[in-house]
């Protein structure tokens, strides 16, 4: 061969060469998100985790991939969200929002490791073997969320002392929504309150559930963990503001949309802390080896724009407490 000939052989060789390597080029882990929620309701969650995933430097777009599903509240949809992500060969299994996220994932894959976010123990559930050593393909973080039903209820209590009824709205779609009506049943008996369940698993059934409230005369409320609940945050705080109830909520996002106050775990750092975990798991750590992750940091937040116009003169140990009042 000519040395010409060969420099344009060993040209068009080279030219060729990065579609080839392309194409064998392992291609970016794929995370997938299951999620119970709607995005447009919960984008700020998926920022947070991802903030968990780029502290390990991982960066969506650049080095891996977020594969999103959505179930928007409608909970029979995640089993088949679930089976589709597996199919997709993700590298990890995100299953965050209502615990029914975290059933649907262990029960589509016993190999892919799952990395869950949700209100319930995970151990009641047979998630995992232990909070320590989670023992199988599941880990991830625990908001107990739920477990503060009864903290809730007594502060409706000191909010609402003349109220000898409290209704709580629940979703019964939601696996975790029974024990946690249980353990506010049962607080309910320490403070002499009684308790009216209300159905909220539709559109439909909050509005039903308020005329009931109203028929009834009940002047508090109590709205549970739920993700379905959190998506229809504006329709529950208007129709508790129409009906001049004071009510109290699991997170922050309902006194930011008008509600009166809300007790629970910062989601958002609890979302991060998932991220941080898929993130150690792309690095080549077991779920089995990383002990499931509970809340350290809890937050109270009043509206006191809200209490005014219910007439309402907040306890000044609550107002003591809040990690947050909003006064617009």
């Known amino acids: 061969m000519q040395r010409r000939e060969f420099l344009g052989a060993l040209g068009g060789a080279a030219a060729a060469w990065p579609l080839g390597a392309r194409a064998q080029q392992p291609a970016m882990p794929v995370i997938g998100w299951l999620d119970t929620g709607a995005r447009n309701q919960f984008a700020d969650r998926v920022t947070a985790f991802q903030r968990g995933l780029g502290e390990h430097g991982f960066v969506n777009g650049k080095n891996i991939v977020i594969e999103e599903r959505w179930a928007e509240g409608h909970y029979d949809r995640l089993p088949a969200l679930a089976a589709e992500l597996v199919q997709r060969r993700v590298t990890v299994l995100a299953a965050t929002g209502a615990v029914n996220a975290t059933v649907a994932a262990i029960n589509a894959t016993k190999t892919l490791p799952v990395v869950f976010g949700n209100g319930a123990d995970p151990v009641k559930l047979g998630f995992v073997s232990s909070l320590n050593k989670p023992g199988g393909n599941a880990t991830g973080v625990s908001f107990f969320i739920g477990e503060l039903g009864a903290k809730r209820l007594e502060m409706m209590r000191a909010v609402a002392p003349t109220a000898g009824t409290v209704a709580v709205l629940a979703n019964p779609n939601n696996t975790v929504s029974r024990p946690e009506l249980t353990d506010i049943q049962a607080a309910s008996q320490k403070f002499g309150l009684q308790i009216l369940v209300l159905d909220g698993g539709t559109d439909a059934e909050i509005d039903a559930s308020f005329a009931k409230m109203a028929q009834q005369g009940v002047r508090a409320l109590l709205v549970n963990t739920d993700s ?75 509206n006191l724009k809200t209490a005014k116009a219910l007439g309402l003169t907040l306890p000044p140990s609550l107002l003591g407490s809040a990690d947050e009042v909003i006064e617009q």
């Open 228 to 302: 379905f609940l959190s998506s229809r945050r504006d329709r529950i705080v208007a129709l508790a503001a129409s009906q001049a109830v004071p009510a109290i909520y699991a997170q922050r996002e309902f006194p930011a949309a008008g509600g009166l106050m809300s007790y629970g775990t910062n989601l958002s750092d609890g979302y991060r802390l998932a991220g941080t975990y898929v993130g150690r798991i792309l690095k080549g750590e077991k779920p089995a080896d990383l002990p499931v992750l509970l809340p350290t940091k809890f937050e109270l937040v009043l």
